[in-house]
C-alpha cells in the first residue's frame, strides 16, 4: 500500500512539469481534465469556468457518450451556464467553496442545502450516479472555476462511489487548472492595458480604429478558415485570440517619438525608417511563447506591414535583437524579404484589415477615400501587397465588415 501511493505521488509529480509544458489555454484543460480522470478512474468530467455570478460549462469528457459515436468523431456538447447557486452541484460548490463527494446523485435527501439538476443526463441520455466536485481558487480563496468528475469505475468497470481518498489528488488537479486559469485571464487584462495605452499615444489609432481592425480581421478570418475546412471549433477557439492580437497591431508605436507620431504632413524617408520600428518594437513586447495569445501578437505586430510580394518590412529580422535572422541575409548582410508563406497567416490578415481601416479614414496626412476608390486598391493588390486567398476572404465578409464599420464610426 505504501509502494502503491509512493508511486501515485511520483506520477502525480511528473505530471507537474509535462503539464508546465502545455502552452494553449484549451489544451492544459483537456489534459488536466484526462490526468485528473485517468488517475481517479472514472467515466466522465468537466470543467466549468466562472463568468461573473454563472459558471460556464466550458469542457467535457465523456467516454460512455464518447463510445457511441464512431471512432475519431469528438463529442460535441452545447456550452450552457448555471447559476452560482443552489440550484446545481457545481453552482453550489462555487457559491461555498467547499468540496462534494456525492455516492448517488438520485438519492439526495431533500433536507440538503443543493439540488441535483437532472437535465444534462436527460438531455445526453446518460446516467450520473457518483459526483466529486471541486473548487478551482485562485490564492486568495476566490472560486474562479469547477472541476467536476462523473461515475467512479471499480477495477471491474462497475460504477461507484469516489473513495474519499482520492480527494486529495483531485484537488492537486483542481490547483493546477487553477493556475491555469488564473494565468491565462491576468495576460488578458495585461493586453487590454496595453491596448488602451497605444489608444492613448497615437492620435490615428484611436479606441475605434483599433476595435474596427480586430473586428476585421476576425470576419476575413472566418471567411478563410471556412473556406480552409478548419472545424467551428477550431475557429471559435482562434477568433478570440486573432481579435485581440490584432487590436495589439500597433502597440510598438507607443516607442515612437511624438514629432513622428503625430507629424501632420507627410514624414521624410528618414522619419518614415524611424516608423517603421514600431513592428520590431511591438514584437519584442511579446516574450512569453507559452502562451498563445503572445504567440499571435507578436507574429501580428512583427508582420502586419509586410507584403505578399515580398516588398513589405521588416522582413527577416529578429525581433529581440533587432538583427537580421542568421542564414535570411542577402550578399549586403541586410535582411532578405518575407513573401508569401513566410508571413504568419495572422500577419497576412491584419496587413488586409490595417489598410482597408487606413484608406477608409482620415489620417493627418490623408483624407478619407471612398468605399469604391479604396475596394478598386484591395483588388489591384490583391497578390501584390495582399495575399490573394486573404483579398478573396475580404470581399467574401464586406457584409459583415460593412455592419462592424457601422458600429464602430
Ligand atoms: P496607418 O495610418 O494606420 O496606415 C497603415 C497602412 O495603410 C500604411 O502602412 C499603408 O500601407 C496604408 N496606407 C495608409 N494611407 C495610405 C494611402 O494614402 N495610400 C495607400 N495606397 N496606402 C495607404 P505604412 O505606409 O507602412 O505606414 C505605417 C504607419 O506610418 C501609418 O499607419 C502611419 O501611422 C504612419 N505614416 C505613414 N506615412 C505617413 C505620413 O506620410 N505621415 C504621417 N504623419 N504618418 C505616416
Ligand atoms: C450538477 O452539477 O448538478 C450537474 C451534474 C452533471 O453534470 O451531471
Ligand atoms: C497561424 O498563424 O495561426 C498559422 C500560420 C499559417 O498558416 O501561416
Ligand atoms: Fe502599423
Ligand atoms: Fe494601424
Not at 61 to 73: A, I, P, W
Not at 103 to 123: H, K
Not at 279 to 291: C, D, E, H
Request: aromatic share 8%.
Amino acid at each position: 500500500m505504501i509502494q502503491h501511493e509512493y508511486e501515485r505521488l511520483q506520477e502525480l509529480l511528473k505530471l507537474s512539469t509535462d503539464l508546465a509544458e502545455v502552452k494553449d489555454f484549451d489544451v492544459l484543460m483537456e489534459r488536466i481534465l484526462k490526468a485528473a480522470r485517468d488517475f481517479v478512474g472514472c467515466d466522465a468530467g468537466s470543467i466549468y469556468i466562472r463568468e461573473g455570478n454563472r459558471l460556464k460549462f466550458s469542457y467535457t469528457q465523456n467516454d460512455t457518450l464518447q463510445s457511441r459515436l464512431e471512432t475519431g468523431r469528438k463529442l460535441l456538447y452545447n456550452t450552457f451556464t448555471v447559476p452560482i447557486s443552489n440550484e446545481s452541484i457545481a453552482g453550489y460548490v462555487a457559491l461555498t467553496g467547499e468540496m462534494l463527494n456525492i455516492p448517488d446523485a438520485y438519492a439526495l435527501s431533500g433536507s440538503l442545502p443543493y439540488r441535483f439538476d437532472r437535465s444534462f443526463d436527460e438531455n445526453a441520455r446518460y446516467r450520473t450516479l457518483s459526483i466529486l466536485t471541486v473548487p478551482l481558487k485562485k490564492n486568495n480563496n476566490q472560486v474562479i472555476g469547477v472541476l467536476q468528475l462523473i461515475n467512479a469505475r471499480s477495477s471491474e468497470g462497475t460504477i461507484i462511489p469516489f473513495d474519499p481518498g482520492v480527494e486529495f489528488y483531485v484537488t492537486y488537479f483542481a490547483s493546477n487548472a487553477a493556475v491555469g486559469l488564473e494565468r491565462a485571464q491576468l495576460m488578458r487584462g495585461i493586453l487590454l492595458r496595453m491596448i488602451s495605452m497605444a489608444e492613448l499615444r497615437d492620435p490615428s489609432e484611436t479606441g475605434i480604429h483599433v476595435n474596427r481592425v480586430g473586428g476585421y480581421s476576425v470576419e476575413i478570418f472566418d471567411e478563410w478558415a471556412r473556406e480552409n475546412g478548419l472545424s467551428r471549433t477550431e475557429i471559435d477557439k482562434q477568433r478570440d485570440t486573432l481579435r485581440m492580437a490584432a487590436m495589439l497591431h500597433d502597440v510598438g508605436k507607443v516607442a515612437i517619438s511624438d514629432t513622428i507620431l503625430k507629424k501632420p504632413g507627410r514624414l521624410d524617408v528618414e522619419e518614415f525608417e524611424t516608423m517603421k520600428m514600431h513592428t520590431v518594437l511591438g514584437a519584442r513586447l511579446f516574450l512569453n511563447t507559452f502562451s498563445d495569445l503572445e504567440v499571435a501578437a507578436r507574429d501580428v505586430a512583427l508582420n502586419h506591414h509586410e507584403k505578399f510580394n515580398g516588398a513589405g518590412y521588416p522582413g527577416h529580422v529578429d525581433p529581440f535583437t533587432g538583427k537580421p535572422v542568421p542564414g535570411k541575409t542577402d550578399s549586403d548582410g541586410r535582411p532578405l524579404p518575407k513573401r508569401g508563406e513566410d508571413i504568419p497567416l495572422f500577419g497576412r490578415i491584419v496587413a488586409l484589415a490595417d489598410v482597408y481601416d487606413a484608406l477608409s479614414s482620415q489620417r493627418s496626412y490623408k483624407k478619407a477615400f471612398d468605399e469604391d476608390r479604396v475596394l478598386s486598391i484591395i483588388h489591384e493588390e490583391s497578390g501584390k501587397h495582399f495575399d490573394p486567398e486573404i483579398a478573396a476572404a475580404f470581399f467574401s465578409a464586406l457584409p459583415s465588415i460593412h455592419a462592424i464599420s457601422r458600429r464602430y464610426e
